[in-house]
């Protein structure tokens, strides 16, 4: 896929320079620090230092990656302690986003909500671009607003600097085995010249200007959600009709109900599994910037509405911290029933 995305954007994108020898590279690495633009080098473990900033249940994979492939990492996290198997690996430990941003030519975020990333990439005492140098990358993995995307984008360049939207699709399984879905948006030639560290996390596809990565991912969210409600109420049929759940799980997976969903949920449904690959508070979050986006358009998605219902009901419950699995209580306590075995 990132091979796909070199190819579309052959023309829009400037030549990579060649191969830089070790002492050119090194060169190039202690350039950075005095503020000259690094947007011309090629993206390598020997001449881009990398931040991040977020290490929770899918950053301390994705960026775990990074600094596996050899890339200097520097990380940031609100909780210290969150970051320090990073740390032990050989990351270095910055005290805020903007001291992260300064060690570092290209910075992801991967936060949790849009008031996160506004505040951890605009601040102007503490925020990235702050503190990243003409010709850095600023690129948000987060879900989030497609409108703050453009306004980070927009501070992004008058600050000399560039900003890619990049949120992701996989889970904290994908996360782990580098198999996540990219999104990307923002300017073709920066999320070309990216696509080295972009692999060592998954395959990225560029989506279009900023915010297109966003948007992208939103109605990757929309389509999740409606697939979610159809697998669990499936599941609360079949067991109340009396058949083994996991006998039919396995048998509508080869199917046309099979579903990455049914792949990556069903077994820890019936297992009652409900710890978070994806936060349901997090999830909550992405369907309600869905539906602003909605209105906006004047675009009517009732599965949307139904889905994003069930989740805050889950919300009401003091289950936001649970994985999005757990949609399956809240159909259990509508029809008075549970799919866990009794001993």
């Known amino acids: 896929m990132l091979a796909g995305i070199s190819r579309s954007l052959t023309r829009r994108a400037p030549p990579f320079p060649l191969a830089a020898t070790a002492a050119a590279a090194a060169a190039a690495m202690s350039s950075s620090s005095t503020g000259e633009n690094v947007s011309d080098r090629p993206v390598s473990p020997d001449t881009t230092r ?3 900033v977020g290490t929770g249940v899918m950053g301390q994979s994705m960026a775990g990656h990074l600094l596996a492939a050899g890339y200097a990492l520097t990380v940031f996290n609100r909780t210290a302690s969150k970051a320090q198997g990073l740390v032990s690996r050989g990351a270095s430990l910055a005290d805020s986003p903007r001291a992260a941003a300064a060690a570092a030519d290209v910075i992801f975020l991967m936060v949790g909500f849009p008031s996160d990333v506004r505040f ?8 990235a671009l702050a503190g990243l140098a003409p010709g850095g990358v600023l690129v948000d993995m987060t879900t989030s607003d497609p409108t703050l995307a453009a306004e980070i984008a927009a501070s992004a360049a008058a600050a000399g600097c560039s900003a890619v939207d990049a949120p992701v699709s996989g889970g904290d399984r994908g996360a782990r085995n580098a198999t996540l879905s990219i999104f990307a948006g923002g300017d073709a030639a920066v999320v070309a010249r990216l696509a080295p560290l972009f692999k060592l996390m998954g395959n990225a ?3 279009g200007g900023p915010g297109a990565g966003q948007r992208a991912k939103l109605g990757n969210q929309i389509a999740i959600a409606s697939t979610m409600v ?3 109420e499936g599941m609360v049929y079949a067991h109340k009709a009396g058949l083994d759940v996991a006998k039919w799980l396995e048998a509508i997976s080869t199917g046309a109900a099979g579903s990455k969903s049914l792949e990556l949920y ?7 599994d409900m710890a978070a690959g994806f936060y349901v508070r997090h999830f909550v979050k992405d369907l309600g910037i869905c539906l602003s986006e909605c209105q906006a358009m004047g675009l009517s998605l009732p599965g949307l509405a139904l889905a994003q219902q069930l989740y805050v009901s889950l919300m009401a419950h003091g289950e936001g911290g649970l994985g999005t699995q757990a949609l ?3 159909i259990e306590r509508l029809n008075n029933t549970s799919l866990e075995k009794k001993d």
């Open 50 to 52: 990398v931040a991040w």
């Open 120 to 127: 951890t990439a605009l601040d102007p005492s503490t925020g």
């Open 205 to 207: 596809l560029y989506m």
């Open 230 to 232: 159809g697998l669990v």
């Open 266 to 272: 069903g077994k820890r449904i019936l297992e009652r």
């Open 328 to 330: 399956i209580l809240a």
